[in-house]
């Protein structure tokens, strides 16, 4: 009976084409503004890191001064970590893999005077930043964690940044010249750029969603050099002037992970960090007494806000409007169906029981639902190009994948259904006797 | 086949009670042609949508074919409907979208036959009205007399025991109502059994009985031989 039901639901459509039309149209704008909406904070909001997003975590301490103290309000220097803290972690933090990083920026130095400067932005961190985040290598490898105790002066740059400036042939072994020292090219990373980018939210370059890291190199070798941060520096102390006094300072600039070895290890990481705050505080340090805190990584996109309110008040306006088109298609379809009453009539009368007109409106509210929904999909990949448009951050994330077409199917094949309910029901409700007398 | 007794239907709105049917006998024999008359508002037509399974009554009993509809589910009324009944209206109420062919189809596909069995069956009831060969023809194609004959082939198709016919000649020509008339003779003397409501008074003298209505209630003003043979009709 479904390819009967088909059939004349197509012949239902097709007879009346301006209504089809206007139907599938409504359907089709609300499905593609929730759509391209919910798109964006999909991709905003997508965990970045699946397999591990549980087990990667961020420690947090306050470091602030006591005075004007406040436990409800969080200070710009709680968010990273100062440098002792950051080196006591990659010493004896819990985990299997620890790192510490810190946003940097140079330039080329040319062989030839007169060539110009190639800027450079990215991260100093340690080896174990590419296995942690799973950062793939196409040329090379990582530096090792001998060349980080040593702070050797190895780099790997991101395969866009070492065609721009080698071309496409393999430049490991090359050297480029930063911070007035040669820098061996030891990896080029592959094709890796996790949205959002998780991994240096504070301090990457182009900020939460667009950008890559161009140049990494070991932690030690940056500071030996005294490598100046680039991004978020925040001090809650005086401290003396010089590089030394600045690692040594309360200032935080450095942003810490642990990978535990499962999430069922969180507790354990909990109870070192609170052991490690105890000591510090028998130090001296540490005298606000706050929660010391972890994140996973959603978590820590959560506390930093990478998904702004007004995404998601986009997203609950666009689901306004879907309401909106599904009440007006819902009308359509009651005027539609109205007119169809002697026809249920006539059908009811020749054996079809009320369960058997349901489903032949309902099959019919679905080719709608599937029209719309083909339509919408239409609009929404309209609508995503016009976004990308708009801003450099949003073209990032405005981008259809297959769990997105999917929903957007099942979105209009739902709401057709919902819209179709009402007006299908009330077809069910014709009473026949009525109807075939007023043929 | 039809068996009413003490059948009552009350219609009801907040401020009036009609009453279509009261104390409604009547019993319809396999076989018989029965017309139905009456004075508008008598009752006619109600009686034939309860026959039909179409509305429920409120008191009182119905046998169709020895099965008490009372209580039926609206699945168990419809497949009851769609087995031994046929509906001849005199709107023809045919769907305007189908052509013939699927005009005669539809109750064909709520019984479940497949499609072989349907089409043998639409080319025959079609033959047997003289329209076999117009069925890709629409209904708007068609004179209201050929309307007619594309219901009496769609009422036919399923074989029903119960043929109901709602004035089926009242909006023809007398001379296709006298041809829509012997169609239907036809289809009696084939064996099925015939219950037509008409207001007219020289069609309901060529049945073999004529049921009279009046406010709600059946009289049998006129019983003649029948026009099926072997089947005996009585009261």
């Known amino acids: ?439 | 086949m039809l068996h009413m007794k003490d059948l009552t239907k009350v219609y009801r709105t907040h401020m009036i009670e009609t009453h279509a049917l009261r104390g409604f006998d009547i019993d319809v024999k396999e076989g018989e042609f029965v017309t139905v008359t009456g004075p508008s508002g008598s009752g006619k037509t109600t009686f034939l949508n309860i026959a039909g399974l179409l509305e429920e009554f409120d008191g009182g009993d119905y046998l169709l074919d020895g099965v008490s509809v009372k209580g039926l589910s609206d699945n168990e009324r419809s497949r009851l409907r769609n087995e031994k009944l046929g509906f001849i209206f005199q709107g023809f109420n045919l769907i305007p979208d189908l052509d013939l062919f699927d005009n005669v189809d539809v109750p064909l596909r709520y019984r479940g036959f497949n499609a072989a069995e349907r089409r043998r069956r639409i080319e025959q009831a079609l033959a047997e009205v003289g329209l076999a060969s117009r069925m890709r023809h629409y209904p708007a194609e068609l004179s209201g007399g050929q309307q007619q004959r594309v219901a009496i082939a769609r009422a036919l198709a399923g074989t029903p025991r119960l043929l109901l016919a709602d004035e089926p000649t009242g909006n023809l020509d007398s001379q296709m109502a006298r041809s829509v008339m012997e169609l239907l003779e036809q289809i009696n003397v084939a064996g099925t059994t015939i219950i037509m409501v008409t207001h007219d008074p020289e069609l309901a003298m060529r049945a073999q009985r004529n049921v009279h209505i009046i406010d709600g209630r059946a009289s049998d003003l006129r019983r003649g031989p029948s026009l099926v043979q072997p089947h005996a009709i009585t009261a």
């Not at chain 1, 978020?232 to 070895?261: D, K, M, P, Y």
């Open chain 1, 1 to 439: 009976m479904f390819r009967y039901y088909l059939m004349l639901g197509l012949r239902s459509l097709r007879r009346n084409p301006a209504l089809t039309a206007l139907m599938v149209v409504t359907l089709a704008i609300g499905v593609a503004a929730s759509v391209s909406t919910l798109t964006i904070l999909h991709v905003m909001s997508g965990d970045p890191v699946p397999a591990k997003s549980k087990r990667l975590v961020v420690p947090l301490l306050d470091v602030g001064p006591k005075a004007n103290y406040s436990p409800d309000r969080r200070d710009p220097y709680m968010i990273q970590s100062t440098y002792p803290d950051a080196i006591n972690y990659l010493r004896s933090g819990p985990g299997v893999r620890r790192t510490a990083l810190y946003g940097v920026a140079t330039s080329i130095e040319p062989a030839r005077r007169e060539d110009p400067l190639i800027d450079l932005s990215g991260i100093a961190t340690t080896t174990d930043y590419f296995p942690m985040f799973d950062v793939p290598l196409r040329f090379g490898s990582a530096w090792s964690a001998a060349d980080d105790e040593r702070g050797s002066r190895v780099a790997v740059l991101s395969k866009r940044k070492a065609e721009a400036i080698f071309g496409s042939k393999d430049p490991v072994g090359q050297r480029i010249r930063i911070w007035d020292t040669d820098f061996t090219i030891v990896g080029v990373v592959g094709d890796w750029n996790p949205v959002p980018r998780y991994t240096n939210l504070i301090n990457g370059s182009g900020g939460y969603f667009e950008g890559e890291e161009q140049l990494l190199i070991p932690l030690k070798a940056a500071t030996d050099l005294a490598v100046e941060p680039n991004g978020n520096v925040s001090c809650s102390h005086e401290s003396a002037a010089g590089w030394a006094a600045f690692l040594a300072s309360e200032c935080t600039w450095i942003q810490a992970w642990w990978e535990l070895a499962s999430a069922a290890d969180r507790p354990a990481a909990q109870a070192w960090l609170d052991a490690y705050v105890a000591q510090q505080q028998r130090g001296g340090r540490l005298e606000r007494r706050a929660p010391n805190e972890l994140f996973d990584v959603m978590q820590w996109m959560d506390f930093l806000k990478v998904v702004k309110p007004d995404s998601k008040l986009a997203v609950w306006l666009s689901i306004g409007f879907l309401v909106l088109c599904i009440v007006n298609t819902m009308g359509l379809l009651l005027a539609k169906f109205s007119t169809r009453a002697a026809e249920v009539g006539v059908r009811r009368a020749l054996g079809a029981g009320r369960a058997a007109i349901f489903r032949q409106f309902l099959v019919e509210t679905t080719v709608v639902g599937l029209a719309g929904g083909l339509l919408g999909l239409a609009l929404s990949f309209a609508s995503l190009a016009l976004i990308r448009q708009q801003s450099r951050d949003l073209s990032a994330v405005a981008h259809m994948d297959w769990e997105m077409l999917a929903t957007t199917f099942a979105l209009a094949v739902v709401a057709s259904i919902v819209a179709g309910l009402l007006p299908t029901w009330r077809a069910c409700q014709v009473t026949p006797a009525l109807q075939l007398k007023s043929q």
